[in-house]
């Protein structure tokens, strides 16, 4: 896209200025521009198709933002609970959020099913919290909404999972996280 033009699927040719409900596909008078734009869009794909395996890390442990609240909106999965419908039908999927941790010390981390403040029972089971290669458990008692962990962590790229293991509810990834830096 440029000040004048828009390609569309790489075929399609809209001159905005003149046009900008984009009715009237100009691509077979402006071929020149199509292949130019396409090309400037291939060459813009072959740049960024390299980094596809990368993570854009949370950063946790920072003053400035401390505590982090993460939810399973950041989570890397094939199947991410990305509404919340999702959220109020307990969808039965987990994922990983890819942090940085930026100080080693004290952490505080509370898996929650609901955001906090909103009531939410959680039932009998088992809560699980794995950070990097470290994994911690905590019964879960029934009725509570929310399972806390505190934990050592080492400054440093890694990845976070939560489980929440309900007896009649079945098992989830805790959908969202809040980890505070206590020292």
């Known amino acids: 896209m440029t000040d004048q033009w828009r390609l569309v699927d790489g075929e399609e040719l809209y001159d905005i200025q003149k046009d900008p409900g984009q009715q009237n596909n100009v691509a077979v008078k402006h ?3 199509v292949a130019r734009l396409r090309s400037k869009y291939e060459d813009w794909w072959a740049s960024v198709s390299t980094r596809f395996g990368e993570y854009c890390e949370i950063i946790l442990g920072d003053a400035r933002q401390n505590p982090t609240t993460l939810t399973c909106h950041d989570w890397h999965s094939d199947r991410v609970p990305w509404n919340q419908g999702h ?3 307990d969808l039965m999927s987990n994922g990983f959020w890819a942090v940085e941790i930026t100080q080693a010390g004290t952490y505080r981390c509370t898996l929650r099913a609901r955001p906090a403040g909103v009531a939410y029972a959680l039932q009998e089971g088992m809560a699980t919290l794995k950070i990097g290669d470290e994994s911690w458990q905590e019964k879960i008692v029934t009725g509570v909404s929310e399972v806390s962990f505190e934990v ?5 790229k890694c990845q976070v999972t939560t489980t929440l293991q309900e007896i009649g509810r079945g098992t989830r990834g805790a959908y969202f996280l809040t980890v505070e830096r206590m020292n």
């Open 87 to 89: 959220i109020n039908q």
């Open 31 to 33: 071929a020149g521009e």
């Open 152 to 156: 050592e962590l080492l400054a440093g």
